[in-house]
Each structure stands twice: as structure tokens, then as C-alpha cells.
């Protein structure tokens, strides 16, 4: 599925093509709270790297978030002009690219149920909305963003 996605003022855009785009998983560590989560969570999807078309580039910025003392490898993508957080790429990953639900304009299909992972991290006021068959972690589930989607048939 083709993900069409941009920052808020409309500085940078970008497009990435997802086999699975079903905004499923909400992260509510500290870092996508702080970056990406006003709800007190984050949802990142899953794309392919190579397929990463962005305009507006020179727009962007990158933060490394620092992760128990040590600054991560992992690159969070957002626009320099109104802040919208847009993507996380890790080269340990090369071949992956992780959009922000938030920074994606295409109309994405709905999850029949959700993950709420690094709940040890939640801040105190957040009271995830758990529904039946939803998964709770504290820390990351085992099972990947695409082994998700495969176990139910969602691959797109």
C-alpha cells in the first residue's frame, strides 16, 4: 500500500510503500510520548526503505534520542519548520522505515484489535483504552510489525 504522508505546515512530504500499514502497535515510551505521542503513545508503521520518496528535504531534521546514557542510532525524522514528528529510520535496519500514524495523509484501514507496548514507561496520567484482544507488554513484544500482519493475513 502506498503511504502518502507530511509535516503540518506542508514543508516536507514524503511517500513509502507499506505491505503493512495497519496502525496497530502504540509505543508509550518516553521518547515517543515526548516526540510523537500526544495521546501519551506514538504509532509507527512499517515501510520499505528503498521506497522512500521525500520533497522538501532540506526541511527536516534528525534527532537521536539518548537511550541509558548513549545516543541512539536510531534517526527520528521531523520538519524543521513546525516540528511534526514524520518517520523513524535505524540503520540496524537498512531496510526498514518506520512513518509516524500521525504524519500520514492516506486513509489507513483499521486494526481489528492493538499492541500497547513499553507500558512500563507510560506516564502516570495515560490510561490506555485496552480493548478485548488487545496486547499488553511492558517492554516489546516478540512478535515483529510484519509477523503481526502475517499471522492475521493483512499483508498489503
Known amino acids: 500500500m502506498l503511504l502518502e504522508g507530511s509535516c503540518h505546515c ?4 514524503f511517500s513509502v510503500e507499506s505491505p503493512h500499514p495497519y496502525p496497530y502497535q ?16 506514538a504509532i509507527n508503521l512499517s515501510g520499505r526503505a ?20 548513549e545516543e541512539s542510532p536510531g534517526e527520528r525524522h521531523f520538519c524543521a519548520h513546525c516540528a511534526s514528528a514524520l518517520w523513524v529510520y535505524d540503520p540496524r535496519w537498512p531496510e526498514l522505515v518506520h512513518p509516524f500514524a500521525s504524519a500520514v495523509d492516506t486513509e489507513l484501514p ?4 492493538r499492541v500497547h507496548l513499553l507500558l ?4 502516570g496520567w495515560v490510561e490506555p483504552a485496552v480493548r478485548d484482544g488487545d496486547e499488553c507488554f511492558d517492554g516489546y513484544p516478540e512478535e515483529s510489525i510484519a509477523e ?5 493475513g493483512l499483508v498489503r
Open 10 to 13: 506542508g514543508a516536507v512530504r
Open 50 to 69: 528503498d521506497t522512500l520518496r521525500i520533497e522538501g528535504a532540506v526541511n527536516k531534521k534528525v534527532y537521536h534520542a539518548v537511550i541509558d546514557g
Open 148 to 152: 503481526w500482519h502475517e499471522r492475521r
Open 26 to 41: 502504540r509505543c508509550y515510551c518516553s521518547i515517543c510520548r515526548k516526540t510523537a505521542g500526544g495521546g501519551g503513545y
Open 120 to 123: 512500563e514507561s507510560k506516564a
Open 110 to 113: 483499521v486494526p481489528p484489535e
